[in-house]
């Protein structure tokens, strides 16, 4: 992904008007939401319950020998 981004503003029809140009510098915090809309960042988390059903039905035979560790997890007090 670029560091920098660079907008040349000027008239549709491609004629002689003034341009405008801005730049500015990328955040790259993957936790960074300044993109996203306040009103869609500060709706109120509605987790969906876990289907007891489908939990029952799980044939954990099927999962024998898997394991996975997130590379990018820090434990917390770490």
Do not use: H
């Not at 004629?15 to 300044?34: L, R, V, Y």
């Not at 306040?38 to 709706?43: H, L, V």
């Amino acid at each position: 992904m670029p560091e920098k981004v660079r907008w040349i503003w000027g008239s549709l029809d491609g004629g002689s008007s003034p341009q405008a140009e801005e730049s500015w510098q990328m955040k790259k915090n993957k936790k960074d939401t300044c993109n996203f809309d306040k009103e869609f960042t500060k709706m109120p988390l509605d987790l969906t319950p876990t289907d007891k059903l489908v939990i029952m039905n799980l044939d954990e035979e099927d999962f024998l020998g898997f394991s996975y560790t997130n590379p990018a997890y820090v434990a917390p007090g770490k």
